[in-house]
Antibody
Framework: QVQLLQSGAEVKKPGASVKVSCKTSGYTFTGYYIHWVRRAPGQGLEWMGR????????NYAPKFQARVTMTRDTSITTTYMELSGLTSDDTAVYFCAREMKVSGQTAFDSWGQGTQVTVSS | DIVLTQSPGTLSLSPGERATLSCRASQSVGSTYLAWYQQRPGQAPRLLIYGTSNRATGIPDRFSGSVSGTDFTLTISRLEPEDFAVYFCHQYGSSPWTFGQGTKVEIK
């Protein structure tokens, strides 16, 4: 079955960077996009961007454009999201999610379990 | 960016009752580019509805979605104990993709 398994919780100091991984299995990795979404405490979901796992093509949300980098390693069916210049506002649970493969539909049909990132001095 | 406004913020209902959740878009998202997710505490979101009214795989038929103009609705016909959770709408008709702030369905 489709699985997205994320790396463990991180605690970072302000100004640092964090890199979260998302290991996928159970489907053809290069046939899909992977998106990254976060949820801060007491907030809703926030879309950060997506990567085409075949071409490596990227679309970033304007809010994160300057400090997010998404990459993938096809040999180990894993995508990565690195966020730099962390502040306390980046404290959140970060999710990877697979974009569904239904014509014209780009909702997210499978999700990782989430990675807690805490930014604290 | 398209802003999605969900209402109410919290819905207090009893098991067996009908839940009606609203999601209003600040501009047109196209009638088929709206999804709904359920998120239980400590879990990842789960896709319920895509394309406004299509149930995702394995989703029971008590969940349904509809639209009138830019007003989208998720209806849960009879609440089961496992349905008490937070629900988010999500538009993917225009980049950047955006989500509503969520509606919490709690036990009355």
């Amino acid at each position: 079955q489709v699985q997205l398994l994320q790396s463990g919780a991180e605690v970072k100091k302000p100004g640092a960077s964090v890199k979260v991984s998302c290991k996928t299995s159970g489907y053809t990795f290069t046939g899909y996009y992977i998106h990254w979404v976060r949820r801060a405490p007491g907030q809703g979901l926030e879309w950060m961007g997506r990567i085409n796992c075949y071409t490596g093509g990227i679309n970033y949300a304007p809010k994160f454009q300057a400090r997010v980098t998404m990459t993938r390693d096809t040999s180990i069916t894993t995508t990565y999201m690195e966020l730099s210049g962390l502040t306390s506002d980046d404290t959140a649970v970060y999710f990877c999610a697979r974009e569904m493969k239904v014509s014209g539909q780009t909702a997210f049909d499978s999700w990782g379990q989430g990675t807690q990132v805490t930014v604290s001095s | 960016d398209i802003v999605l406004t969900q209402s109410p913020g919290t819905l207090s209902l009893s098991p067996g009752e009908r839940a009606t959740l609203s999601c209003r878009a600040s501009q047109s998202v196209g009638s088929t580019y709206l999804a709904w997710y359920q998120q239980r505490p400590g879990q990842a979101p789960r896709l319920l509805i895509y394309g406004t009214s299509n149930r995702a795989t394995g989703i029971p038929d008590r969940f349904s979605g509809s639209v009138s103009g830019t007003d989208f609705t998720l209806t849960i016909s009879r609440l089961e104990p496992e349905d008490f959770a937070v629900y988010f709408c999500h538009q993917y008709g225009s980049s950047p993709w955006t989500f509503g702030q969520g509606t919490k369905v709690e036990i009355k």
